[in-house]
């Protein structure tokens, strides 16, 4: 997949596991294989969701996409603890929730056109 052609959620996600990646590394070294792994696995994680769902059936893509929103809920959760930690700023949290909600509301829109498209069970 060229980067040209690649969805914009794809782009979203690629762009918050950069910044993620460079945060995590300032987490305190006592916490950073717990609390800092788990942000950058579920973050990778969430990149290759997004790979799957493009190369998925359409059946596919709706169980991918709808695991995909559960794991940037998660990602929400842990950048608060994070913040509360005051391992970031107000600033930082509320810069990576926005990029969560940004991909939260692709990935919705995504399952609502596959929704619209499948045909009804009836």
Known sequence: MKPDTRP????????????????????PKSHRFTVG???????LDSLLMVTRAIWASPRMKEAVLEELNLQLELLRVL????????????????????????????????????????????
Request: with cysteine; charged share 20%; proline share 3%.
């Open 79 to 122: 950048w608060r603890v994070v913040h509360e930690q005051a391992w970031i700023s107000q600033q930082q949290l509320l810069h990576v929730i926005g990029c969560i909600d940004e991909a939260g509301r692709m990935t919705g829109g995504w399952l609502r056109q596959l929704r619209a498209r499948s045909p009804k069970a009836g």
């Open 8 to 27: 914009p959620l794809h782009t979203v996600i690629s762009e918050l596991i950069a910044w993620t990646l460079n945060r995590t590394a300032d987490i």
């Open 37 to 43: 792994q788990r942000i950058d696995g579920i973050t």
